[in-house]
């Protein structure tokens, strides 16, 4: 039974770990509060899964310019 427990316990630690990876340029895009953090939203959710498009993802992330905030 302990085992049974320990395995759900460890498959929802790596679930966490595998979408918190996923996101991660999502993440990124919103913390610097990118331009076009939506875009980077969608593309990463429909194209994130390969491998490539998620590396492009990433580095648009890191070197996509802030928002332009006019007062």
Do not use: C, H, Q
């Amino acid at each position: 039974m302990e085992s049974l427990l320990f395995s759900y316990v460890f498959f929802f630690v790596i679930i966490l770990i595998f979408f918190f990876i996923f996101f991660l340029p999502t993440k990124i895009a919103y913390s610097k509060k990118s331009r076009n953090r939506g875009k980077i939203f969608l593309v990463n959710l429909f194209l994130g899964w390969t491998i490539i498009s998620w590396f492009i993802i990433l580095i648009w992330a890191i070197n996509d310019k802030e928002e332009d905030f006019y007062v």
